[in-house]
């Protein structure tokens, strides 16, 4: 029997760093349990009714978070509140497939591109590698808002 896998993040602001996730993956928040969300709806506005039925104190709600991907490929992925700051860069990182198929300028100009798009997101570029064939194709290190470390590749 295979296994799901989740990966974790751990994060000074659960919500606001799930967000990011979610629209540079193109992943949704999931409802709370048992609650049915009509289409448009918002699932964080959701997440805060149920947490506000449920007695948790507000200071709490924003504790942790989680994105899926709609279609069921991807890890979950989930976010839990840490009062810690990041002190070393991340031993895992997640690679960004933003060009896959591609080569050389076509994949860079699509790296590129994806690039300012997470930039506008909140994220921050850190370097471009170039094309070293055989063995790279290139790619683009960046960071998340929270400084966790993350390719497009």
């Not at 933003?98 to 076509?106: F, I, S």
Request: glycine share 10%.
């Amino acid at each position: 029997m295979g296994r799901h896998i989740q990966v974790t993040f751990d994060a000074h602001d659960p919500g606001a760093l799930s967000s990011f996730w979610r629209d540079a993956l193109g992943y949704v928040h999931p409802g709370p349990p048992g609650v049915e969300l009509p289409e448009g709806a918002d699932p964080l506005a959701a997440w805060s009714e149920f947490l506000e039925r449920a007695g948790v104190p507000k200071d709490q709600r924003n504790s942790r978070s989680a994105i899926e991907d709609p279609h069921g490929n991807g890890p979950r992925i989930f976010f839990l509140q840490v009062p810690e700051d990041k002190i070393a860069k991340n031993r895992v990182h997640l690679d960004v497939r933003a060009a896959p198929g591609l080569h050389g300028d076509e994949r860079m100009a699509a790296l590129e591109a994806e690039c300012e798009r997470l930039v506008a997101l909140g994220a921050t570029r850190i370097r471009r590698f170039e094309p070293e064939p055989p063995m790279s194709a290139g790619h683009i290190v960046m960071t998340d808002p929270e400084g966790n470390e993350f390719c497009l590749d």
